[in-house]
């Protein structure tokens, strides 16, 4: 199992940006398909966002597109999502996921993923 640390969260009004950020220090990223997932309580994990591997595919919900940037930066070996325009129902808890490209699933699915991070608190509010 990879070990991958999430940053970047924080309380944000409603509008407002935040950037998440996804890195692993023993490996490389490049290899893998990244996967944002948000649980907030009471509910069930939703996956955000993806990116592949090589492909360089991404796929969001449907209810942050055109909000939510997923994006790679290779050398300093980190995943970022970026989120603008934010909503209070954004608020969750933020988990990055990582798994070697699968040849069956959706990324926006959690068993897609066999390596998963700490996890990074979102609040939306005034």
């Known amino acids: 199992q990879l070990q991958l640390v999430e940053s970047g969260g924080g309380l944000v009004q409603p509008g407002g940006s935040l950037r998440l950020s996804c890195a692993a220090s023993?490996?490389?990223?490049?290899?893998?398909?990244i996967g944002w997932f948000r649980q907030a309580p009471g509910k069930e994990r939703e996956g955000v966002s993806c990116?592949?591997?090589?492909?360089?595919?991404?796929n969001y919900a449907d209810s942050v597109k055109g909000r939510f940037t997923i994006s790679r930066d290779y050398a300093k070996n980190t995943v970022y999502l970026q989120m603008n325009s934010l909503k209070p129902e954004d608020t969750a808890i933020y988990y990055c996921a990582a798994e070697p490209p699968r040849s069956w699933g959706s990324c926006l699915k959690s068993p897609y993923f066999g390596s998963w991070g700490q996890g990074t608190q979102v609040t939306v509010s005034s």
């Open positions: 990116i592949g591997s090589s492909d360089g595919s991404t």
């Open positions: 023993e490996v490389t990223l490049d290899y893998y398909v």
